[in-house]
């Protein structure tokens, strides 16, 4: 290794050979893990929003013995995927609605996200709202290295979490982690292939259909919600995940 550099953390790292307990540059597993964006042949396709056809899924690992009894899913058709081909599942959602939700002195802002908004979903919003709508496209953001995506999508986060009073989005990937924050989102199915992409938001949402939008049937003033509960379910569903499982692992608790 070159003896200056930026290390996994994104800071600048300088090898210091008389300090043994220098931290290393590297992550632990980096032998064994690179971003796909730095990938030479990475399918155009690789984050088309309406997915691929899936032919066959690899799994394979260093440690069998370890590997967790049951499988977290974000959707039910993953769910139902993997339980056609006989592999243990469970539905898991997505970690991001685990983030921490904002408290009151938090909130400096008073602003409108519309994200991944099409034409015809800001042409039927309220004029007011319209007008003084930020509109941001995350689909369309790119980046060099994972460390600026990353940084990238910290800051869009914590400019959700510091300014918005409300997000109208058709983004999945916006929605959770947003709802998750304690602010009141409307989430519109773009009519993706995969109808039910957005049952992890099952119970906590509405999700609209565009002939819903076109009837009129969206409230723009949703109230924002509130399911701390499910976020500790989710963490524990993780931790169990995470153990080294023996004969005896609470399979049911899972």
């Known amino acids: 290794a070159p003896g200056k550099l930026i290390d996994w ?14 931290a290393p540059a590297a992550h632990p597993n980096s032998r064994f893990t690179a971003p796909a964006c730095q990938c030479p042949t990475l399918a155009k396709e690789w984050e088309d929003p309406h997915g691929v056809p899936v032919s066959a899924i690899l799994f394979g690992g260093r440690r069998p013995s370890t590997i967790p009894l049951e ?111 304690g602010i009141p989102v409307v989430v519109v199915d773009p009519q993706y292939a995969e109808a039910d992409r957005f049952s992890s938001l099952e119970g906590l949402v509405h999700v609209y259909t565009k002939d819903e939008a076109m009837s009129g049937a969206i409230d723009f003033n949703p109230a924002a919600v509130d399911f701390e509960d499910l976020k500790q379910f989710l963490i524990q569903n993780l931790k169990l995940t995470l153990e080294p499982y023996g004969d005896n692992a609470e399979r049911h608790r899972v």
């Open 71 to 181: 499988i977290g899913c974000r959707d039910l058709s993953t769910l139902e995927f993997c339980r056609k081909n006989k592999i243990d599942a469970y539905f898991s959602r997505c970690l991001s609605l685990t983030l921490p939700k904002r408290t009151k002195d938090q909130v400096v802002g008073n602003s409108v996200y519309c994200v991944d908004c099409p034409d015809w979903l800001m042409a039927i919003m309220p004029d007011e709202l319209r007008r003084n709508a930020v509109i941001i496209s995350q689909r369309k953001f790119r980046a060099d290295n994972p460390f600026a995506c990353r940084k990238a999508a910290e800051d869009l986060l914590e400019r959700y979490r510091t300014t918005a009073s409300l997000v109208v989005t058709t983004a999945l990937h916006c929605a959770q982690p947003c709802l998750a924050m």
């Open 9 to 22: 953390h994104g800071n600048e790292w300088i090898q210091d050979k008389t300090n043994k307990e220098q």
